[in-house]
C-alpha cells in the first residue's frame, strides 16, 4: 500500500505541508509541568509526570525561554513553604525558634564549641578551641 501524497490535515501535498506533527504541549500537559516543577521535581520527573519526552521537553524551552525562568521560579515554591511552616512554628515553640536562630546568627546563638585540628608527622598536633559566651568561665569578677 502506498503512502497518502496529501496531508491529513490540509489535504496540501506533503512535500508543501507545513502542518508537521502535532504537538503534545498543551494546556494540559503545561500545567502538569507547571505542577510537577512546584514540587521541585527534576526535568525527568516533571517530563515523567506530564507524559512527554526529555528531548521533546528541551526544544519545547528553546522556544519558549519565558517557560525556563518561570520553571526556575516554580521550583522555589517548596523552599518559600518550608519557611512559611517554620516561621509559624517559631512563634509557638521557643526550641524551634532558637535552634533557627543558631542556624541563621551561628556565631551569636550557637553553644557549640568549634573545634580545629591540624597536625602532621613533623609538626605537633594542635588544637584549637573556639570560646562559647554561653559557658561558665573560671573567669574571677
Known amino acids: 500500500m502506498a503512502r497518502p501524497k496529501n496531508c491529513g490535515r490540509c489535504n496540501k501535498p506533503k512535500t508543501q505541508c507545513k502542518c508537521g506533527r502535532p504537538t503534545k504541549f498543551n494546556e494540559e500537559t503545561i500545567h502538569k509541568l507547571r505542577e510537577a516543577f512546584s514540587m521541585d521535581c527534576t526535568d525527568e520527573e516533571a517530563c515523567c509526570y506530564a507524559d512527554v519526552g526529555l528531548t521533546a521537553f528541551y526544544n519545547f524551552q528553546k522556544k519558549n525561554p519565558k517557560f525556563v525562568n518561570e520553571k526556575q521560579l516554580l521550583k522555589q515554591k517548596p523552599y518559600l513553604l518550608a519557611r512559611k ?3 509559624h512554628g517559631v512563634k509557638s515553640d521557643p526550641k524551634l525558634a532558637l535552634e533557627y536562630m543558631k542556624l541563621k546568627k551561628n556565631k551569636e546563638f550557637n553553644t557549640n564549641t568549634n ?9 605537633p598536633l594542635v588544637i584549637v578551641t573556639g570560646h562559647n559566651p554561653y559557658e561558665d568561665g573560671d573567669d574571677e569578677n
Open 115 to 123: 573545634v580545629s585540628v591540624a597536625g602532621d608527622k613533623e609538626n
Open 85 to 87: 511552616s517554620v516561621m
